[in-house]
């Protein structure tokens, strides 16, 4: 089995914290954090370039993950690790192992597992029997054919009403009797019609619904089945998995969560990366996850997510303890990423945000950093005005009351503002300048990704200038989600995609080389054009 430590350079050697991974240690109660940072990401972008290049790994959706550590002699290595299961299988070459413990229950395991396919099975097999579209086939005939006879019958009976009043006011003694008689037999027979087709009914579908009822019956017993097989398997692997700290200590899952958490505990990321780190007592640094694959309804492709709450969140204090502590204080100390204020009057302000910080927090924690909570621990009032892509650096412009954030707001609905931004793009610029205007449309199967569909797809159009072999001017007319990516990286645009591009580019690079660096806009209070720019960073 190769080794999963992989040396490597830092692309940054003034490094700075994009987010931290934050856990109480169950015995200090202190906080215990560990930061993802620029040099994470950009070995996580090197290595989603990897992912890219495979097929096998775009199908699944799943989490990615990397942690820089120094070893006891100094040098710099990366781990990298997948969530579950990878290619089928728990351990891979080149990637960090599964949890202490797992090897003895690996034939438990596959047993239960093997146990667990075969009742899925047999639940998809119950679930579409054949007979189930047959009963309701011939349930929807027969409910059609008796509500036929029903309506049908119903005209006759005023019908037969209305010939009894005829009957009696024109008929007398024996000939109205018989007259009469004639209409109840007729009622007669229509009932035993009735009766007739309902018990033709039951006599078709009765053995279908007696299989039905006795295959959802089967359906709820392997149901509970597989609740319990499950919670089998999640005790014991809590029981025999044992997670390593910083401290030198080593706990069974079950003995830090007596209670229980979910199944798969142990089988993310973060948890085998800190866990391996500590066995192998290294240093960490940094670390990164993202996800890669098949979106998921709260995840997307090739974006950055902090740890789990359901079941890395509460193992996270246990595994980071011993950071804490003195030798680690430089990991502590790591600077978050500065916000440097280009613009400030007493109604606005502009900033120039970093790449690679959120405009507005993630949805996923309360937590999460961004230019937004940054602001918001200086300024009592601070107000959204517009966003820029998370991996975009450049001018980001904030209000500093309701009016102004409206007005501006308005400003950029109606295209009022002139946006220009800077890109360095992967091969040389062919064309000296242009438009491109596409149709981009956001696929929900292939979030965050926008396509070109011409069908469904909005309009968009950006105007280019090319400054060198290299480099691009952009004026976007419009603002669609990435359109400037798309427009440099899509066949009908430059067919050039910006350098860093993780979403629609083919070379890795520490970041995405894309920055908004001016903004021209009528201030809300003077009523003068007012324009700001930021130089380009690349």
């Not at 169950?26 to 090197?46: H, S």
């Not at 597989?226 to 089998?232: A, E, H, I, M, V």
């Not at 892509?389 to 009016?403: C, M, V």
């Not at 979403?503 to 920055?515: I, T």
Request: glycine share 6%; charged share 25%; proline share 6%.
């Amino acid at each position: 089995m190769s080794s999963p430590l992989f040396p490597y350079q830092p692309q940054f050697e003034a490094d700075v914290v994009t987010a931290w991974y934050k856990g109480v240690c169950p015995a200090t109660k202190q906080l215990c954090r560990l930061p993802r940072t620029k040099n994470a990401e950009a070995i996580a972008c090197e290595l989603m370039a990897e992912l890219r290049e495979n097929p096998d790994f775009n199908w699944e959706g799943k989490m990615y993950g990397v942690l820089l550590a120094e070893t006891a002699t100094g040098q710099r290595v990366f781990l990298k690790a997948f969530s579950g299961l990878l290619k089928g299988g728990k351990v891979l070459p080149g990637w960090v192992p599964p949890m202490d413990g797992g090897d003895r229950l690996i034939l438990e395991e596959q047993e239960i597992l093997a146990q667990l396919r075969q009742i899925r099975r047999e639940i998809q097999r119950l679930e579409t029997l054949p007979e189930r579209k047959t009963y309701q086939t011939l349930q929807q005939q027969w409910q059609t054919k008796i509500a036929q006879f029903n309506q049908e019958r119903r005209q006759k009976k005023q019908v037969r009403r209305q010939k009894r009043g005829v009957y009696q006011n024109h008929l007398t003694g024996a000939e109205l009797a018989q007259a009469i008689a004639a209409l109840e037999e007729e009622s007669r027979q229509e009932s035993n019609h009735k009766r007739d087709l309902k018990q033709a009914r039951d006599q078709e579908i009765d053995s279908l619904a007696a299989m039905i009822h006795q295959a959802d019956q089967d359906l709820q017993s392997l149901r509970q089945r597989r609740k319990t097989l499950s919670r089998t398997l999640q005790k014991r692997m809590h029981q025999v998995y044992h997670l390593k700290n910083f401290q030198g200590e080593s706990k069974a899952i079950a003995d830090l969560f007596p209670t229980g958490l979910p199944t798969g505990t142990g089988d993310c990321c973060a948890p085998k990366l800190l866990n391996y780190a500590a066995k192998q007592n290294l240093k960490p640094l940094a670390m990164a996850e993202f996800w890669w694959g098949k979106n998921s309804p709260d995840k997307q492709v090739g974006e950055f997510y902090l740890a789990c709450e359901e079941r890395c969140q509460p193992i996270l204090g246990f595994l980071l303890s011993g950071l804490g502590g003195k030798s680690f204080q430089d990991i502590l100390t790591i600077p978050e990423i500065p916000l440097e204020i280009i613009y400030e009057d007493h109604s606005l302000i502009a900033i120039h945000k970093p790449a690679g910080l959120p405009s507005i927090p993630g949805r996923s924690s309360q937590t999460y950093d961004s230019a937004f909570s940054r602001l918001r621990r200086d300024y009592q009032d601070i107000f959204l005005v517009h966003r820029l892509d998370q991996d975009t650096s450049g001018i980001l412009l904030f209000a500093k009351n309701a009016e102004t954030q409206q007005d501006l707001q308005t400003q950029f609905r109606r295209r009022k503002i002139h946006k220009e931004y800077e890109a360095l793009l992967e091969e040389k610029i062919q064309r000296p300048e242009g438009m491109i205007t596409l149709p981009l449309w956001a696929d929900p199967g292939d979030r965050p990704r926008q396509k070109v569909d011409a069908q469904r797809g909005k309009p968009s159009e950006t105007y280019f200038v090319k400054l060198d072999s290299h480099r691009l001017k952009l004026k976007p007319i419009t603002g669609r989600t990435h359109q400037l990516r798309v427009h440099c990286a899509h066949p009908n645009g430059l067919n050039n995609p910006i350098l860093g591009d993780r979403l629609y580019g083919n070379r890795a690079a520490p970041r995405l080389h894309l920055q908004a660096t001016a903004l021209t806009f009528m201030h809300p209070e003077t009523k003068n054009p007012h324009t700001i720019q930021s130089a380009p960073e690349f």
